[in-house]
């Protein structure tokens, strides 16, 4: 059975860091597009960040320069770290993988960002 874990959330002050973890389980991920997506109360879900199977990355305009995805294939797991943290990065965060095989989520990870 495919699954997808994330963690590393939490709360965390303004400007504060955090890094996100999506470990994948199966044989869903070398061949996969990995991204971040997050959904805050009332709004849609949104890509916040993804990176192709030869690790070329594209982000959201509200976080680039801010948040970095990365993944290591032989570990199964894809990061988002995530830099200047904003009050209005509150949400939670999936992740998700995109492939030949189907299209797996993540049960998501609260970030809230708060003083």
């Known amino acids: 059975q495919v699954q997808l874990v994330e963690s590393g959330g939490g709360l965390v002050q303004p400007g504060g860091s955090l890094r996100l973890s999506c470990a994948a389980s199966g044989r869903i991920f070398s061949d996969n597009f990995m991204g971040w997506y997050r959904q805050a109360p009332g709004k849609q879900r949104e890509l916040v960040a993804g990176?192709?199977?030869?690790?070329?990355?594209n982000y959201a305009d509200f976080v680039k320069g801010r948040f970095t995805i990365s993944r290591r294939n032989a570990r199964n797991t894809v990061y988002l770290l995530m830099n200047s943290l904003k009050p209005q990065d509150t949400a939670v965060y999936y992740c998700r993988g995109l492939g030949p095989g189907g299209d797996y989520w993540g049960q998501g990870t609260q970030v809230t960002v708060s003083s």
């Open positions: 990176i192709t199977s030869s690790g070329n990355t």
